[in-house]
């Protein structure tokens, strides 16, 4: 039984793969754009004007990406819940609270206008998508939801969440100066568990 369902999973899945080859047709382009995807799978995208390259990096993306671009945004808006329900609630009250969608808005008026013209095409990739491409990837008809038109504010507001993600280990150098004051060196290593630096270095 078990691998019955897994075959039909498998089977619904792949008619509902985005088409990645031939010739596809957008309104808002300006000139033909190409698309290769090398061996594994990562798209390289060729352009005649910066805003056809913003354009064709938003489809592919939502290509790929859809479902992780559908959750990035209600992460960054607070509204998980809306197709989650409570079990969401409060990551949302906690991205309220930090507010990356007041920020969004607070930010958009500061915009260069070639970065406003680059937000506003990559959104246009992305709604291009969910245009051409009424058979969503299968996570949105389990969940019974269908995503609205990309937002420039979206972009935003996920990119402040991003900035939050990738500094709040700022509050842990903080936890760990005051540490050092009173505790030993290596016992405060040993609690925070640090990269040993004997080991190699990733980026």
């Known amino acids: 039984m078990a691998d019955r369902l897994k075959t039909i ?6 008619q509902r793969m985005p088409q990645q080859d ?18 594994w799978g990562v798209p390289h995208i060729q352009a005649s004007s910066r ?17 992780q671009l559908e959750l990035n945004r209600r992460a960054a808006n607070g509204t998980l819940s ?15 609270t930090f507010g990356f969608a007041r920020l969004a808005k607070a930010t958009l008026p500061t915009l260069e206008a070639q970065a406003h013209s680059d937000l506003v095409a990559y959104s246009e990739g992305i ?5 051409s491409n009424p058979q969503l990837p299968i996570e949105f008809s389990i969940v019974q939801h269908r995503p609205q038109p990309w937002q420039l504010l979206d972009s935003l507001a996920y990119g ?14 903080l936890v760990k100066a005051q540490l050092l004051q009173q505790v ?10 640090t990269y040993p630096d004997q080991f190699p270095a990733t980026l």
């Not at 402040?160 to 150098?173: D, N, R, S, V």
């Not at 030993?184 to 568990?193: H, Y």
């Open 184 to 193: 030993d060196p290596e016992l405060v290593n040993d609690l925070l568990m």
């Open 22 to 39: 031939g010739r596809l047709y957008l309104t808002r382009l300006q000139d033909n754009v190409t698309i290769h995807r090398d061996q």
């Open 127 to 131: 709604n291009a998508f969910l245009q």
């Open 82 to 96: 809306a197709v989650f329900g409570p079990i969401t609630l409060e990551t949302d009250r906690l991205s309220r």
């Open 9 to 14: 999973v498998q089977r619904w899945s792949r």
């Open 51 to 67: 805003h056809d390259l913003f354009l064709a990096q938003g489809f592919v993306h939502a290509q790929d990406r859809l479902w």
């Open 160 to 173: 402040h969440l991003q900035m939050w993600a990738l500094t709040h280990g700022a509050i842990g150098e």
